[in-house]
Structures are given as structure tokens and as C-alpha cells.
């Protein structure tokens, strides 16, 4: 495998974290976001990944030779299929509904808002300042893991992880995303469910592994 | 099935759409997004939806009595793995990856920028006009759907749809986005090949009824 990856995006840091969970070797190809007018945005890698955007995943020993996927989850999916154990969805299709909702409340209502590229459009385009910015940041990372505390302390099926004792899907998406609150300073201290699901996930070399500060390209 | 749906949420649309073509009789339990101070953030409805969106599918005749399932691509995976036929997803895990990318594209990178609460951020704290919000819309809107474009034309796996000849996952989530695209009047010229899928959807009855003007709780 091959992951085109920004040591910093935190859906790179998904598939990371689930590679590593899998024991799936895998090499790093660094994209970098901001150089060079952001890599990502290149001609050359835009034949990859028309959206422009990070991780693209090369399966070089796919069924009809190399492969290109893209999408995070899609790529996560496809782990999932083609590497089973260890699983990282449960086996009941209500659970595997319950793990794949957390995924995508974090993929789709959490982390869009703040992307780079939007980001940007909110600076360049509408001129907001610093402050406004990080304050959009902060609103829909805490509100939306505030949801997400809600959901994961009234249901029976989190243990130590979201669902159960073992890591799934929704774990690989969980870190990433409180690794980006803290960085942007949100407040989590209401969030005893989800925070202490974070610390259990930062005890396995999966997720220390593929923590941003420990990539190739990782930087100060 | 009980499907708590607003008749013009795109994500509630691709999960009706998703029903039709499985040919699976719900009830739609219409929740206002604008009236009431917005009936999706009640406290009656977050009991079953903490996130204070739609859809919420509730099926009453799940494994273990009544189940709450939220986020609509995990209830559309959801339909798939307990009513199977007709598939919504190639079996072939490359395909299938392909499938959940172009989903994905459209459920994260397109659509959650343009939700209403987020386009409420932007005019109440953010305090841009009009003109400015629907130039943020319209960005988000045909720059992703221009990369989608491109993905989907220099694939060889898109045919009538999406992928191949039969709907999928991806083309439940491509024509709610068309929808929201053209009544926001986004320029949607220069994408043949989305557009010429969008058009052989509108044929089938599973997307018809689908539509926002055929929901019981249309509005003019």
C-alpha cells in the first residue's frame, strides 16, 4: 500500500490508525498541504484524487492490479473487506449502523467545517479575522462532540472503546478528530465519555503509531 | 420503518430514494426545520437524534425490537445489509470502495458546508449578506461537483449511473445534491456526465417519489 498523506489531516490520520490496527505495512508518500501552492492541489496529484484532497490510498496488489482509492471511510470500508481480521465493525447490522454513524457524525458534521480549504475561504473570501475564524472552529468541533458525548453516554454498546473493548471505525475517527480540538484549544472537559475513550485509544501502538507527530513528514 | 424526514433535507431524500428502489414501505414522520425554532434541535427529537439533524430512521422490526438508526449513509449501508436485493453496491470491494467514494464525496465535502445551520453561522455571527451566502453555496456546490465530474468521467466503470447500468449508493446521494445545486442556481453547464446520470435517475419511480415536491409534508 502506498498513502498519499499529510502528516496533520486528520482523515489521513484515519487510515493510518486502521492500517496500523489491520498490521498492514504501508508507505507514506508526503503531501504537503501548504508548499508549493499545497500539493494536494497539483496537477499531477489531481490525476489520482480529482477532489483534490488527502488521503489518496494505492493498493498496488489489488485483484486487477494497482489501485486507486480515495474518501477516508471509503478507504476504511475497503480495509475492512479486504483485510477482515481484525475487524473493525462489529458483526450485528444495527451495531455496524451505530459504529459507522459515530464515523460519519465526525466525518461529515465535525471535521468539513473546519478543513483547510475552508479555512481559507472564510479568510480570503469573506475577510473574517483570527478570532472569528478560530471561533467558527471551536463552535462546530464543541457542538458537535458535544452531541456525540450525548450519544455515545446514553447507549449501552460503548466500553472501552466506542463500541465495545475493541477499536472500530468509529475510533479511527474519534482521535483524529479531539487530536484537532485540542490543537484549536476547544473546551472538552464536559466530555468525560468521549475523552475517556480517547485516552484508551491513546494506550495502543495503532494509534501512537499514526499520531501526526510521529510521521515521516511530521514537523515542529 | 418510520422515517423522520424534512421533505427538502437532501439527506433525508437519499434514504427515501434508497427505500424506493429496495421497494420498502415506511411512514414519514415529517420535522420541520423552520418552524418551531426548528423541530430537529427539540428535546423530543434528540432523544432520538442527539446530533439534531434528519434523517432518523426508526425500524420497528429490527433484531432485537425497535432500533433508532441516525446519519444517512449509515442507513442506507444499514438497508443494504438487511434487505439485500436489489444491491445498491457492487460486490466486487474495489467497486465498492469506488461507489462509497463518490457518496462520500458528496456527503462530506459538499453537502455539510451548505446545511442549513451552517449557512445560519455565517449570516447571524458571521453577519454576511446574501449575495455572499449564496457565492459561498454556489463554491462549495460546483467546485465539488466539477471534481465529481471529473472523476466520473475519466473512470470506465460509470454507465447509465453512477457505476455501471443500475443505481447505487452514490447516485442516492448525487441527485438530492443536483436538487439543492439548481435551486441555488449553481452552473451545472459544463458537467455532461453528472448531469446526463441526474437525468436517467429522474426516470426511474424510486426516485420520483423521492422527490421534495412528492413528500407529504411538501411546501410551494
Known amino acids: 500500500m502506498k498513502l498519499y498523506s499529510y502528516f496533520r489531516s486528520s482523515a489521513s490520520y484515519r487510515v493510518r490508525i486502521a492500517?496500523?490496527?489491520?498490521?498492514?505495512?504501508?508507505?507514506?508518500?508526503?503531501?504537503?498541504?501548504?508548499?508549493?501552492?499545497?500539493?494536494?492541489?497539483?496537477?499531477?496529484?489531481?490525476?489520482?484524487?480529482?477532489?483534490?484532497?488527502?488521503?489518496?490510498?494505492?493498493?498496488?496488489?489489488?485483484?486487477?492490479?494497482?489501485?486507486?482509492?480515495?474518501?477516508?471511510?471509503?478507504?476504511?470500508?475497503?480495509?475492512?473487506?479486504?483485510?477482515?481480521?481484525?475487524?473493525?465493525?462489529?458483526?450485528?447490522?444495527?451495531?455496524?449502523?451505530?459504529?459507522?454513524?459515530?464515523?460519519?457524525?465526525?466525518?461529515?458534521?465535525?471535521?468539513?467545517?473546519?478543513?483547510?480549504?475552508?479555512?481559507?475561504?472564510?479568510?480570503?473570501?469573506?475577510?473574517?479575522?483570527?478570532?472569528?475564524?478560530?471561533?467558527?472552529?471551536?463552535?462546530?468541533?464543541?457542538?458537535?462532540?458535544?452531541?456525540?458525548?450525548v450519544t455515545l453516554a446514553r447507549d449501552g454498546r460503548p466500553g472501552k472503546f466506542c463500541f465495545g473493548d475493541t477499536p472500530t471505525l468509529a475510533d479511527c475517527c474519534l482521535v483524529p478528530q479531539i487530536f484537532n480540538a485540542q490543537r484549536l484549544k476547544c473546551d472538552l472537559s464536559a466530555m468525560p465519555t468521549v475523552m475517556g475513550i480517547y485516552q484508551n485509544c491513546q494506550e495502543l501502538d495503532a494509534f501512537i503509531k499514526a499520531a501526526p507527530q510521529n510521521q515521516p513528514d511530521a514537523e515542529a
Open 19 to 149: 492500517l496500523n490496527l489491520k498490521g498492514m505495512s504501508y508507505d507514506t508518500v508526503p503531501v504537503h498541504l501548504l508548499k508549493h501552492g499545497g500539493e494536494q492541489l497539483s496537477q499531477m496529484y489531481r490525476t489520482l484524487n480529482s477532489d483534490g484532497l488527502v488521503p489518496t490510498m494505492v493498493d498496488d496488489d489489488a485483484v486487477d492490479g494497482q489501485a486507486v482509492l480515495t474518501q477516508s471511510l471509503a478507504i476504511l470500508e475497503y480495509l475492512e473487506e479486504i483485510h477482515p481480521a481484525p475487524a473493525l465493525l462489529p458483526a450485528a447490522a444495527l451495531d455496524r449502523a451505530f459504529v459507522r454513524s459515530i464515523a460519519l457524525s465526525i466525518a461529515c458534521d465535525i471535521h468539513p467545517l473546519n478543513n483547510l480549504r475552508v479555512l481559507r475561504y472564510l479568510v480570503h473570501e469573506l475577510k473574517i479575522d483570527e478570532n472569528a475564524k478560530n471561533a467558527w472552529y471551536r463552535h462546530w468541533c464543541e457542538s458537535g462532540l458535544a452531541a456525540l458525548e
